[in-house]
């Protein structure tokens, strides 16, 4: 297998709906993906190697619905791990400490975030600046234009 053949290894930091939770709970036979995990899984060139939450028998029920290699209950452990993308499924409040906290670990080529960024302009600011610095792609989850499901809706 060849470089450009790999699966990218992710992990989420988070375990709640918007991780995976919208895709486990929908309906049998609905279409669409509506979580991070779903649309790893889907697109098929992911990897989902850790799940990350502080609540660990959540992580380990969403690593076992989710198959993926490992949970942990720290960031910190996120953090002594390469990931090429992480995923940021947590509460608002709590983006702006673990996105500086894995900046400045440089675990990562990706960091993929729910909305908002950070809960002020200056907090936004900060984790963009220290993102240009250290060379990791930040990727705001912003809306779903793209998915006929919701351009149907307008």
Known sequence: MNESEKPLITAIVGTGL??????????AGEEGVYSHAGAYKRNGKFHLKTVCDIDLKKASSFQRDWNADCCVGNIDDICSRFHDVISICTPDKTHFEII????ESRCCRTLFVEKPL???????????EKARKVRI??????????????????
């Open 100 to 103: 500086k906290t894995l900046l």
């Open 137 to 154: 792609h930040l990727v705001i989850n912003f809306q779903r234009n793209f998915d006929n499901t919701y351009s149907e809706l307008s």
């Open 118 to 128: 950070a809960v002020n302009l200056g907090q936004a600011r900060e984790i963009m």
């Open 18 to 27: 918007m991780a995976g939770g919208y895709d486990r709970n929908k309906f």
